[in-house]
Each structure stands twice: as C-alpha cells, then as structure tokens.
DNA sequence: AATACCGTCAACCGCCGGGGG
DNA sequence: CCCCCCGGCGGTTGACGGTAT
C-alpha cells in the first residue's frame, strides 16, 4: 500500500534539508523511522543512501585522485570479485580505505572506468603463459590456529607478492610489519608456479604460507583462523586451497606495500 | 541543426546475514 | 530453533549531459 505511494527518482533540496535535520536530530539508523520522522515520502533505503552517500558530513564529490585510483586498483586487485562469500564486503572494504568516498561511489567507478582499462588490459598480456592448470581443490577449512614462531609476520621477511596482470606494481617485495588487529582483511592470493606471487613457488619459497596451515594449536601462540568477519581481535586469517588460491586474511595492507598508522589508518 | 551514440553516476532492486522475539 | 525485521551490500537501471556523425 504504502509501496505505491513511495516518491522515487532524484532527490530535492527540501527533501535533502528535511533529511539532514531529521538525521540531526535523531543521529543515523533507525532507517525505518526515518521517513516518518523527516516527513518525507520515500522509503526507509532510499533515506539511508541519500545520506549515506551525499549529505553525510566530510562526503567526498567528485572526481578520484591519482592516488585514490592507484589504491582502488591495488586492493580490487587484491580482494578480487566477490562471488561466493556474499558476506564480506569488498567495495565498503575500499572505501573505508578512502576516506569520504562511498562504497558507491568507489563501485560506480570501478564499472565505468577502471573495470574497462582492466578488461583492455587483460587482453594485452593475454599472450602470456597461462599459471599452470588448476588441479583438484583441496579445500582447508578455516579453524583456530595458535602459532608459536610468528617471527615471519613481524621481522623483514619478504613476503608474498601479487601477480598483476597489467604490470608489475604488485610484484615488489615488501617487507612485513606486525599489523594491529582490523576488520575484513581477508585477501585472495592467486598463486602461480613461476613467477612472483610466492618467489618461484618451490616449498621454500612457500613456507610462510604452509606454517600457517601446518601449525597446530601451541599454549601461548598468537591464535589464527577465526572466519568471523567483524569480529575480529586479533590476527586472523581464513586459509583455503584450492584452484590455485590461497586466501588469507592477515596481510592485505602488508601486501599493497601500506603501512598502518596507529590509528588505523593507511599510509 | 538533428540525431545517435557513449560515458557517468545517482538511485533502485533484490538478496543476504545478524539480531531479537 | 524458527521467523521476522532491519541494515547493508553488490548488481543493475535509467536519466542526463557530452561528443560524434
């Protein structure tokens, strides 16, 4: 009933100023009581976007930085499409990395612009050798792990290195640093036999990785492997093979080559 | 000048997970 | 344990402006 009568389409000033002070007034959420509340004829989300992404205080317009880009490649590069866990949250992901960009606004760019150059440049380095051919997945389900030697995690270990199929900017080597604990970090790793992602894939090469499956609870270790997102307390890491991927959840900003500033925040 | 085409982006829709009853 | 409600997200649409023909 109410459905039909529901305004749709572009926002108006008054709309936008009868938002803004309801939302004022009465602090954001509560989405549902929203329309109500602020007089207005629209339903609880179109309210919640609206504010969220254009009348919320420090909201960016506009177009993206050169540095803005470079970073919504690099972690798109690195937290992939999600496809199958629709619980996470890539584009919120990014841009809580940018600050006052929207998921929106970040997603929106993507699929009109950087999702193009990506796709043009998919083709050009099509004539590359292919990683070698998927095997049968074995999938190792993530489980609470406690590590006794963590040393690999915090001293100036070269770390795993992303492939980049439109250039090696992902490739470099960057020395890791303890990460303080956040939210949603998972990152899938695509790993590949003879190149960067993890040195020339040899069991040396991998051992970083392969501790972090093949250590078992140890008194005293720093605990890994809870899959809860945003709930997390600690380093965490979700770990599953198969297909070629590796995913883990501790060390997207190490790999991007950002440092975490003691307030979160990336450098 | 008129029309077609293309790019951008605000907004909507449908779905999912979490939380509370 | 189940159901319902709500917040939140990704995918998609459509209006609009700019450019090409």
Same mark, same amino acid.
């Given at each position: /009933?109410?459905?039909?009568?529901?305004?749709?389409?572009? #926002?108006?000033?008054?709309?936008?100023?009868?938002?803004?002070?309801?939302?004022?007034?009465?602090?954001?959420?509560?989405?549902?009581? %929203? =329309?109500?509340?602020?007089?207005?004829?629209?339903?609880?989300?179109?309210?919640?976007?609206? #504010?969220?992404?254009? &009348?919320?205080?420090?909201?960016?317009?506009?177009?993206?930085?050169?540095?803005? !880009?470079?970073?919504? $490649?690099? &972690?798109?590069?690195?937290?992939?499409?999600?496809?199958?866990?629709?619980?996470?949250?890539? #584009?919120?992901?990014?841009?809580?990395?940018? =600050?006052?960009?929207?998921? +929106?606004?970040?997603?929106?760019?993507?699929?009109?612009?950087?999702?193009?150059?990506?796709?043009?440049? +998919?083709?050009?380095?099509?004539?590359?050798?292919?990683?070698?051919?998927?095997?049968?997945?074995?999938? $190792?389900? =993530?489980?609470?792990?406690?590590?006794?030697?963590?040393?690999?995690?915090?001293?100036?270990?070269?770390?795993?290195?992303?492939?980049? @199929?439109?250039?090696?900017?992902?490739?470099?080597?960057?020395?890791? /640093?303890?990460?303080? @604990?956040?939210?949603?970090?998972?990152?899938?790793?695509?790993?590949?036999?003879?190149?960067?992602?993890?040195? +020339?894939?040899?069991?040396?090469?991998?051992? =970083? $990785?392969?501790? %972090?499956?093949?250590?078992? +609870? %140890?008194?005293?270790? *720093?605990?890994?492997?809870?899959?809860?997102?945003?709930?997390?307390?600690?380093?965490?890491? *979700?770990?599953?093979?198969?297909?070629?991927? %590796?995913? $883990?959840?501790?060390?997207?900003?190490?790999? !991007?080559?950002?440092? !975490?500033?003691?307030?979160?925040?990336?450098?």
């Amino acid at each position: /009933m109410e459905r039909l009568s529901v305004r749709k389409g572009g #926002w108006t000033e008054e709309e936008d100023i009868l938002l803004r002070k309801c939302v004022e007034k009465y602090g954001e959420g509560r989405w549902h009581q %929203v =329309p109500l509340r602020a007089g207005l004829n629209r339903c609880r989300k179109s309210c919640r976007m609206r #504010w969220l992404s254009y &009348l919320k205080p420090n909201i960016k317009r506009g177009g993206f930085s050169v540095d803005e !880009v470079d970073l919504i $490649i690099r &972690l798109h590069k690195l937290l992939g499409n999600r496809q199958v866990k629709m619980s996470t949250s890539q #584009w919120a992901l990014i841009a809580g990395r940018l =600050p006052g960009r929207t998921a +929106n606004h970040v997603k929106n760019y993507w699929n009109t612009k950087l999702r193009k150059k990506k796709v043009s440049t +998919n083709k050009d380095v099509k004539s590359k050798p292919e990683p070698k051919s998927i095997t049968k997945a074995t999938v $190792i389900k =993530p489980r609470p792990r406690n590590f006794k030697n963590i040393s690999w995690l915090r001293e100036g270990t070269p770390f795993i290195n992303v492939c980049h @199929p439109f250039g090696d900017d992902l490739c470099k080597r960057y020395s890791t /640093m303890a990460l303080p @604990p956040s939210d949603n970090n998972e990152v899938e790793i695509n790993i590949t036999n003879n190149n960067s992602c993890l040195g +020339n894939g040899s069991e040396i090469d991998q051992e =970083p $990785i392969k501790s %972090v499956f093949a250590e078992e +609870n %140890v008194k005293g270790g *720093q605990k890994l492997g809870t899959s809860s997102m945003n709930k997390n307390k600690g380093i965490t890491s *979700q770990l599953e093979r198969g297909s070629n991927m %590796v995913k $883990i959840q501790l060390a997207t900003r190490l790999i !991007v080559g950002y440092r !975490v500033t003691d307030k979160g925040e990336l450098n």
